[in-house]
């Protein structure tokens, strides 16, 4: 079983930047992990994925050169980089974990309970 808690959404300007951590406890060695977001009437959707190592990482089309996702496994933690940040981007995100394994995409069987990210216009 594996526990994931998010931190550091908020309230930010469009163009600004920020900082999502993943903290992980139990099992997740070897483990892809990733964040999702849901916007109010839409589907959750795979934002970034990374693969154990580091290594191998996927984006979404429309956050590539803006986000980057890493992984500090001796702190089991998961962090989404956002900067030049649009409206659009506002949503609530969600880290995820899969089973041991080296598929990046969904999908996920471990989720966190989601921190909000509201950007500004």
């Known amino acids: 079983q594996v526990q994931l808690v998010e931190s550091g959404g908020g309230l930010v300007q469009a163009g600004g930047s920020l900082t999502l951590s993943c903290a992980a406890s139990g099992r997740t060695t070897n483990c892809p992990m990733g964040w999702f977001r849901q916007a109010p009437g839409k589907e959750r959707e795979v934002v970034a994925a990374?693969?154990?190592?580091?290594?191998?990482?996927y984006y979404t089309d429309s956050v590539k050169g803006r986000f980057t996702i890493s992984r500090d496994n001796a702190k089991n933690t998961v962090y989404l980089q956002m900067s030049s940040l649009k409206s659009e981007d506002t949503a609530v995100y969600y880290c995820a974990a899969k089973r041991a394994g080296v598929v990046l995409t969904p999908p996920y069987d471990y989720w966190g309970q989601g921190t909000q990210v509201t950007v500004s216009s």
């Open positions: 990374i693969s154990w190592t580091g290594r191998r990482t």
